[in-house]
């Protein structure tokens, strides 16, 4: 394994890489909503990582305080650490809100304001909005020796309050929850196209009294918990998962707090307090500005003012498509039969491709039975429907559900119960394993005999974000790749844990020792002078066998770049160990979330796609899969988009041993050009 000191912990990789976010929301020659959309994006995901990996970290230092990480971290040490990061982060964040972005936003009409700035006609029209449609739904909860301290939800936003009883000078704490089913941002104008927005917890502050009629507000101030919101099925070999998780689910809304966000200038009584009451480490504690909790600001970023956003782009149907009618299920397939098809999307459709190929399915009276993967997918799934009617008309149709998807677990445990009801066959995978697999198999009856077509693709079945993140897919009929796909669902289903695979590598069985016979391989290609190489696109690189084997490769002489969005653990550029590994990062309009390995093999070049990143999760907890790509033309592609992403005329994130800088432009000060504004421009021209 790598020493301590070549390894970057996970979570300050993951810090680095939502800072990156937060650069695109602070770069000015991004469109000012679109900035508006990088903020949100920003507090969610911080949010999510709060809810995850900080709470996995303070469960360490409950249980293991002394334990020291691969990255040389005791659990204390990393939450100090995290702590220290976030707090810088969270701050840029919130003045990158008050001081850049809202007077931009001002200077499109677009305003956030404060009760003070609202004229007489404003405040009347907000204040009926308060007495019709919001006092209503208010429930204030004092805390006295007759009413304990409220339970408060996690990212819930609320009021502290410090009211005053008149008569015996006594002081009170109460708590108001912002009601979330309310629109946080409200008009202050009955104007339809009104782009004047008073907050809600402004909105309810102003009108305290009225919820406290009788007594004296001293004070208020915002506030926002997060908690532990990580599902530990204890018990895996429970008779009835599904009961189990739907268990869980309910018990998860009480997880512990693992942060808490205050309104800076916070009463230090009252902050004392919430600490106590909420049993919060202080190092989790963030003073910020007001407003908190940035997430709500999605509703500034969809405004419709296309003028304001990055220009409108619509999917093309992919080219083997192109002329097939869309109602007639015999040229869709025979499209297929002429030659495994190469999806990339959201430049080429999602829904003319994948979605049609199996509501193609579900219809034609020629299909006998449907096989499908679904990890998360949207809450009016044409996929899921297409099941269903593929059910009813009697077909054979298998659903394997992940249950576990995180967050999205109760959308799925519906799904599944919809789907059982519809006569789908309907498991939940391997014991102990999460399915990420991205699987489709269609068995189908024709003139000569079965015939099966399938789909792998990189991204989830879920044709809404289809429409933003960048993923790649093979519709194919190749006879070798459909008896993969069989003997793996069979897996599935059923009892087959020996199975063997041409096209596939499948985790947990084949796929880790793959990808490392083929790194040694490059390794021996490079000593014998033979040509060696190693590129990989991906979401995370964490697994330390991995980031060992790279450094070996790298030690050896093989080239080695990594295009890496999200975590990556390995340093760069250290001297006599990582001198031939390149690091870039991408981020942009669309999410880059396609999977790509590529060794060169001595001149045999070999490229695979699939669903699995380099993490220990994917690769020894999961039912992952990666299909070898055949055609010349479909590896150019894969080649091309390569190249395009690790060339130095390309803006991107370049990381060295230590930290991640932006290059933007050339030595001579020009612009370098946008990854995905390239594919955009292509596929735009094309378009019939």
Request: proline share 5%; charged share 25%.
């Amino acid at each position: 394994m790598p020493e301590a000191a070549h390894l970057i912990d996970r979570e300050l990789s993951w810090l680095s890489f939502n800072e990156r976010v937060l650069e695109m929301a602070e770069d000015s020659s991004i469109p000012i909503l679109e900035r508006v959309r990088f903020l949100t994006i920003f507090a969610s995901n911080l949010d999510e990582f709060y809810m995850v990996r900080v709470a996995s970290v303070l469960g360490k230092l409950e249980s293991n305080p002394h334990l020291v990480n691969s990255a040389g971290y005791t659990a204390a040490e990393l939450i100090a650490a995290i702590s220290e990061r976030v707090k810088e982060l969270t701050l840029r964040h919130a003045n990158l809100f008050k001081k850049t972005i809202t007077p931009e936003l001002k200077s499109h009409d677009i305003e956030i304001i404060r009760w003070d700035d609202l004229s007489d006609d404003e405040r009347n029209h907000v204040s009926r909005i308060f007495s019709d449609r919001i006092f209503p739904v208010l429930t204030p909860l004092a805390v006295d020796p007759s009413h304990p301290f409220p339970y408060i939800s996690g990212l819930s936003l609320n009021l502290a309050v410090i009211v005053k009883n008149p008569k015996s000078s006594e002081e009170y704490f109460a708590r108001v929850k912002v009601p979330p089913i309310l629109s946080r941002l409200v008009s202050v104008s009955p104007a339809a196209n009104s782009k004047r927005f008073l907050l809600l917890e402004d909105l309810i502050s102003i009108h305290l009294q009225e919820l406290f009629p009788g007594m004296l507000i001293q004070d208020h101030y915002t506030f926002r918990i997060t908690r532990n919101q990580d599902i530990e099925l204890e018990d895996e070999d429970t008779e009835d998962l599904l009961d189990s998780l739907e268990q869980e689910l309910a018990r998860r809304r009480f997880g512990p707090p693992v942060r808490l966000e205050i309104e800076e200038g916070i009463d230090k009584h009252l902050l004392d307090k919430l600490c106590q009451e909420l049993d919060i480490n202080p190092a989790n504690v963030l003073s910020l500005p007001a407003p908190l909790d940035l997430t709500d600001l999605t509703k500034i970023a969809d405004l419709d003012l296309p003028k304001l956003k990055y220009p409108a782009f619509r999917s093309r149907t992919a080219a083997a498509l192109s002329e097939v009618d869309s109602e007639e299920p015999d040229l869709f397939f025979a499209a297929i039969r002429q030659g495994e098809i190469l999806l990339h999307h959201p430049y080429e459709s999602f829904t003319s491709s994948v979605v049609q190929f199996l509501q193609h399915a579900a219809q034609d009276p020629n299909v006998l039975a449907i096989k499908q993967t679904l990890y998360r997918t949207s809450g009016d799934s044409p996929i899921i429907e297409a099941l269903i009617e593929a059910a009813e008309a009697g077909k054979q149709v298998l659903a394997v559900i992940e249950i576990r998807a995180r967050f999205d677990e109760q959308a799925n445990v519906r799904w599944a119960r919809k789907l059982e009801a519809a006569g789908v066959h309907v498991v939940y995978g391997l014991m102990g394993l999460k399915t990420h697999a991205k699987l489709s198999l269609v068995v189908r009856d024709e003139s000569q005999g079965l015939r099966l077509y399938c789909h792998i693709g990189t991204g989830n079945y879920n044709p809404k974000t289809a429409r933003f993140y960048e993923d790649l897919g093979i519709l194919s009929a190749d006879t070798v790749l459909t008896e993969d796909l069989t003997k793996l669902f069979n897996q599935l289903s059923g009892f087959a844990p020996h199975s063997t695979y041409s096209r596939l590598l499948v985790a947990p069985r084949t796929l880790r020792t793959g990808l490392l016979e083929k790194i040694e391989n490059e390794i021996a290609n490079a000593k014998a002078g033979k040509p060696a190489g190693i590129q990989m696109k991906l979401n995370s690189l964490l697994d330390e066998e991995f980031v060992e084997a790279l450094y070996q490769a790298s030690s050896a002489g093989v080239k080695i770049d990594l295009i890496i969005r999200g975590i990556c653990a390995i340093r760069p550029g250290i001297k006599g160990l990582s001198e031939n590994i390149r690091v870039r990062s991408i981020l942009g309009r669309f999410l880059e979330h396609s999977r790509i390995y590529h060794f060169v093999n001595g001149g045999d070049n070999e490229y695979w796609i699939g669903s699995s990143d380099l993490m220990h999760r994917n690769l020894d907890r999961r039912v992952e899969s990666l299909v070898r790509i055949e055609r010349p033309a479909h590896k150019s592609s894969l080649q091309e988009l390569i190249d395009l992403s690790i060339s130095d005329e390309t803006a991107s994130w370049h990381q060295d041993a230590d930290s991640w800088k932006r290059v933007t432009t050339d030595k001579s000060g020009e612009p370098l050009q946008d990854l995905q504004g390239i594919y955009v421009k292509r596929y735009r021209k094309a378009r019939p």
